[in-house]
């Protein structure tokens, strides 16, 4: 393996610290390697995405966003997708 150097804030590394703990990833590095394999597999997930993501979740944690059943999600694609043709 080669070393890296990553200059963040400190607050995204607490979030970071925190999040690869609740996950159970048995390091940060190893979060770290994860997230960019991720990344890289997955370039077409947009930025606006993972920020989309992160707002719902902070929503649900805060309380101010809501959840859906599959059903209901199934019936709002469904609508979007009949709404296209």
Do not use: C
């Not at 995204?12 to 597999?41: C, M, Q, Y």
């Not at 805060?62 to 979007?80: F, H, M």
């Amino acid at each position: 393996m080669t070393t890296i150097t990553l200059k963040i804030p400190q607050a995204f590394l607490d979030d970071l610290d925190a999040t690869w703990r609740a996950e159970h990833f048995p390091s940060r590095s190893e979060f770290i390697r994860w997230a960019l394999r991720d990344a890289v597999k997955h370039p077409s997930f947009s930025r606006k995405g993972w920020k989309d993501i992160a707002a719902s979740e902070h929503q649900l944690a805060t309380g101010e966003g809501r959840t859906y059943s599959s059903d209901e999600i199934r019936a709002r694609l469904n609508e979007d997708t009949d709404a296209s043709e």
